[in-house]
């Protein structure tokens, strides 16, 4: 069960959940892979060539282009953990982390609910551009766009890697199975998609025994989504370290399970 659901999750067989009652702003939210490539591949050209336009030398931008990069990662750690698991009081915050990302945690594995839309995040990305031209100029400032940029496009591109190919060897399966972790397991660790050994520096990867005591917590926030009552205090277990049972769930043909032997 996840905090944005209740009631259970929806599989990738069911249709798209809705997000708007608009039909022009729902079509936006729904994004395929094939139409995600090809805008990320023209932005990424352009990106790279204002780049080389602007950039001191060739050098330079290498250099600033890696430092983008390498930067992305971290900033990826905190956005996912923060603003997207946040858990305001606020009746119209909570809407607003499930229309940017509890939808994701109801419905996980269906291809059009995987992307971010490219509506959002180029603007995103823009002003990002913006904001590195100001603060370092727009001859490293570029380069420096380019490469996060380039960051981003490899986490989305493994993110929906995680929830819509097979996965089932090597690296690739680990990348997979610490991502599913997140999602099928505990929501409260595992935040790092593209690089998962950021989750151990900072200590949050997922453990076996896991505590109990946010549930009353979730329980507020889902009657405030859903519009379901709490369940009743007296009826959650005190803080322990213990493993939670879980009910038999239907599950999905390429979602992870745990067998005898574990993880």
């Known amino acids: 069960m996840t905090r944005f659901a209740p009631g259970g999750r929806k599989y990738r067989t069911d249709p798209p959940i809705r997000i708007f009652q608009n039909r022009f702003l729902e079509s936006f939210t729904l994004t395929p892979f094939r139409v995600f490539f090809a805008c990320w591949l023209v932005i990424l050209c352009l990106a790279f060539w204002l780049a080389g336009t602007q950039a001191l030398s060739w050098p330079s931008l290498v250099l600033w282009s890696v430092v983008g990069f390498l930067i992305w990662f971290p900033c990826e750690y905190v956005v996912h953990r923060y603003p997207f698991h946040w858990q305001p009081n606020h009746p119209a915050l909570s ?17 059009l609910r995987t992307l971010m839309p490219v509506v959002v995040s180029l603007p995103i990305g823009l002003g990002l551009l913006a904001l590195f031209t100001a ?7 570029c380069s420096l766009w380019a490469g996060f940029l380039l960051g981003y496009v490899v986490y989305d591109t493994v993110h929906y890697a995680c929830h819509n190919w097979p996965m089932r060897r090597g690296i690739a399966r680990w990348v997979r199975r610490h991502h599913m972790l997140h999602h099928y397991r505990n929501e409260d660790t595992n935040y790092q998609i593209s690089f998962p050994p950021i989750d151990y520096v900072m200590r949050s990867q997922f453990r076996r025994t896991v505590s109990v005591t946010h549930t009353v917590r979730r329980q507020k926030v ?4 859903i519009g379901t009552p709490p369940a009743p205090q007296s009826k959650i277990k005190p803080k322990s370290q213990m493993q939670l049972k879980r009910r038999p769930q ?3 043909p390429g979602v992870i399970q745990e067998s005898k032997a574990g993880f």
Request: net charge positive; charged share 15%; hydrophobic share 30%.
């Open 222 to 225: 889902q009657s405030q989504l």
């Open 250 to 252: 239907k599950v999905e």
């Open 135 to 141: 603060l370092i100029g727009s001859a490293r400032g």
């Open 95 to 111: 809407r607003l982390v499930y229309v940017i990302h509890g939808n994701h945690h109801i419905q996980p594995n269906h291809p």
